[in-house]
């Protein structure tokens, strides 16, 4: 992880640093591999709004850092949001890219704001989805939710059960998207 803001994944090959697009495993596996003891003198030198956001993750701190260096303008709403980057940390998969695709995300942001980012990403484009995201526990959510929560999120039922939950935690998540497995 090179110096905010670049954020720029890279891999020692031989002597050499090389500049790598991390896949979503990458990303998984740094963020446990990072204890906080690492994490802490790299949030030093990132910008206290962002600093305060990424200290909100833990198992997707990763995730949320490449979001966020990726697309800086989106950090008003995954500050609001933050399991949203979540999704959009997973975009190329589930959108079905082969590489991720950083400037139309930020294109789309620019022209149809948050609820079309929602759109893009497959997602319910409505306030409803939002507060849903809003108010899980934690931002760290199991990438293999993703699928199954999209899915879920556009049952009428399960938008107005989770919206009137004031705090989901992982156990509604599963149970919710354990309905979308079984489908």
């Not at 484009?125 to 990438?143: F, G, V, W, Y």
């Amino acid at each position: 992880m090179t110096p905010w803001p670049e954020t720029r994944f890279e891999k020692l090959y031989g002597e050499d640093w090389i500049e790598i697009i991390p896949t979503s495993e990458l990303l998984e596996a740094a963020s446990l591999a990072c204890h906080k003891r690492d994490w802490r003198p790299y949030l030093e030198f990132v910008p206290a709004e962002v600093r305060s956001f990424l200290l909100g993750f833990s198992f997707s701190r990763m995730e949320a850092l490449y979001v966020v260096g990726s697309c800086p303008q989106l950090l008003p709403e995954l500050i609001e949001t933050p399991a949203l980057a979540t999704f959009l940390a997973n975009h190329n998969e589930l959108r079905g890219t082969v590489a991720p695709v950083w400037p139309e995300i930020a294109a789309v942001h620019e022209r149809n704001g948050i609820h079309g980012v929602l759109e893009w990403l497959g997602l319910p484009s409505s306030r409803q989805t939002l507060t849903i995201l809003s108010h899980l526990e934690s931002p760290d959510l199991p990438r293999k939710f993703l699928e199954p929560l999209r899915t879920q999120l556009w049952e009428p039922r399960t938008i107005f059960a989770l919206q009137r939950m004031p705090s989901i935690t992982d156990r509604h998540l599963a149970s919710y998207c354990h309905h979308a497995f079984a489908a």
